[in-house]
């Protein structure tokens, strides 16, 4: 099924530590999913990609995990910014080439 | 990189009336467009996919006489607000599908629309 945020998540972290954000997908047959960044009053941004076939992924500064047997996605951030406090979601992609969001997380970065 | 604009970026409407929100891709053609909506502290809900020339498929629960989309060219597809309602008030984001697009991510979103209705 899909997932509803009723209410959103909030990890504090201080600037410099590093970050990691967890999702639950709801479709054990997804096999594409998406981290994005949404900024206040702004669209999604994407960050960082992964397949089914794959169980990590780096990018620059970010990494993806997929744990397939616990239907688990994770978004590491390292050496977390002021700038990258935004609310952070992941998105699976359906069979029919739908995205199904998150419930998102709030990140908060404390100077 | 795709990029895709929307238009307004904000309005503010009277109870009753129509608002009618434009997405546009900017530098591709977009056969499939898709209309999202987020309420305060929550998720992007899909509302309805777009497909040029032939009519939007609308998600469970929303109402298409109320929503009307219109994806007339491969540019640009448009939701109109019908009678809209303090209810309706929410952010409109819409994305859209560059079929040239070589990685998995084809999916390419626009910067949203504020709906405040009065």
């Known amino acids: 099924g899909e997932s509803v945020g009723l209410h959103l998540p909030t990890l504090s972290v201080q600037e410099g530590d590093n970050s990691i954000i967890n999702c639950a997908y709801s479709?054990?047959?997804?096999?594409?999913f998406i981290w994005y960044k949404q900024e206040s009053g702004k669209g999604p941004q994407f960050i960082i990609d992964?397949?089914?076939?794959?169980d990590k992924r780096q990018g620059q500064r970010v990494t993806v995990l997929l744990n397939k047997t616990v239907k688990h996605l994770s978004l590491q951030i390292a050496a977390t910014q002021p700038g990258d406090s935004a609310v952070y979601f992941c998105?699976?992609?359906?069979?029919?080439?739908?995205?199904?969001f998150g419930t998102g997380t709030l990140l908060a970065v404390q100077p | 990189g795709a990029v895709v604009s929307q238009h307004p970026s904000r309005v503010i409407c009277k109870s009753g009336t129509s608002v009618k929100i434009e997405c546009r891709s900017l530098?591709?053609?977009?056969?499939?467009m898709f209309w999202y909506r987020q309420f305060p502290k929550q998720s992007l809900m899909l509302m309805a996919t777009?497909?040029?020339?032939?009519?939007?498929?609308?998600e469970q629960g929303v109402e298409k006489d109320k929503f009307l989309i219109n994806h007339a060219s491969l540019t640009l597809s448009t939701l109109t607000v019908t009678s809209a309602h303090p209810e309706d008030s929410s952010f409109y984001i819409c994305?859209?599908?560059?079929?040239?697009?070589?990685?998995?991510?084809?999916?390419?979103f626009g910067p949203g629309t504020r709906l405040t209705v009065l």
């Open positions: 530098d591709f053609q977009a056969t499939t």
């Open positions: 777009s497909n040029e020339g032939s009519k939007a498929t609308y």
């Open positions: 479709n054990s047959a997804s096999d594409y």
């Open positions: 992964i397949r089914s076939n794959m």
């Open positions: 998105a699976e992609k359906s069979a029919t080439n739908k995205l199904i």
């Open positions: 994305s859209a599908r560059d079929p040239a697009a070589v990685a998995y991510n084809e999916q390419f």
